[in-house]
């Protein structure tokens, strides 16, 4: 079990979130869950479509990163910020505070810099504002990936997803939103893992956006470093007349045709209520047949037990 009062900062480094009672919703639930809630975002601070200006976003980072009383510091929600803010965080003081760093969508741009710039690993998993503060009960499959993966010491994620091709490999696993990760192709911010395991999703994309972008990647000489590619929820696209019968599924079996590398489907971790938590930068093993995969992670940081 996790030690009880440990302190939890909220932050928001990219969009602002609508509505008071989400921020009251989610303070008592991870306060009933035994966290100390430190919240440094103010709705009175929003700015156009950010929470708060790019001064007081960075702000909200170094006080929460600088804060001894807290261990994790927890993005409000996705949307679009970071980018923005990237040239100006201090990443080596963020990976010196020894907290974890949790969140998915636009955070990847910060997951993926503060790798980049210290070697630091983080966590891809749930947000506040979504999560935690909807108006609906959280998803407990979420919420249990979470707490499992912050208990560690070593953390599994299975899957039941028929066609996978069949592997046994090792490496660190990073990744996260597709479309962050191409935004920062060939600036100091995208990582040079090699041999390591890709995970990616992304939302209101179309297939062929999709195909299009792992084919940058591909290009760019990223994929042929990796030793798997593994998709994660694709959701919220329209496909059209135009299309021909070209869908995701087709996508797929081109890009498995043409990628240097395995390609693999299944892994719940999206834009959906229903998602696993990846602990970015940590060792994976990845064990795939043709009925599901297993991946096994370790060598992170996780919360002190009592």
Partial sequence: MITKKIGIAIVAPSGYARGDEAIERGIARLGA?????????????????????????????????????????????????LTRLLPHINFEAMAASGKIFVGFSDFTAFQMALL???????????????????????????????WRCLAGPTHQILTDTLGNPELETEGKIWGGNLAMLVSLLGTPYFPHVEQGILFV??????????????????????????RALILGDFSSYQLSPADNGYAFETMLAYLRETLPIPV???????????????????????????????????????????
């Fill in 201 to 226: 999703e992304d939302v209101n994309e179309h297939p062929y956006r999709v195909e299009r972008m792992l084919l940058q990647l591909h290009q760019a000489g990223v994929l042929a470093r990796q």
């Fill in 116 to 146: 980049a710039r210290t070697g630091a690993g983080s966590m891809t998993g749930p947000m506040f504002f979504g999560d935690f503060g909807a108006p609906l009960e959280p998803v407990d499959f979420t919420l249990e990936s979470f």
């Fill in 33 to 81: 869950r035994g966290f100390s809630v430190h919240n440094y975002y103010d709705p009175d601070q929003v700015f156009e479509r950010f929470g708060g200006t790019d001064q007081a976003r960075l702000e909200q980072l170094a006080a929460a990163a600088a804060n001894p009383a807290v261990r994790i510091v927890m993005a409000l929600r996705g949307g679009y910020g």
């Fill in 264 to 306: 693999l489907g299944g892994l719940e971790f999206g834009h959906t209520a229903r998602r696993v938590t990846i602990p970015f930068g940590a060792m994976a093993r990845l064990s795939s047949d043709a009925t599901g995969f297993a991946l096994t992670m370790r060598d992170y940081p996780t919360l002190p037990h009592d």
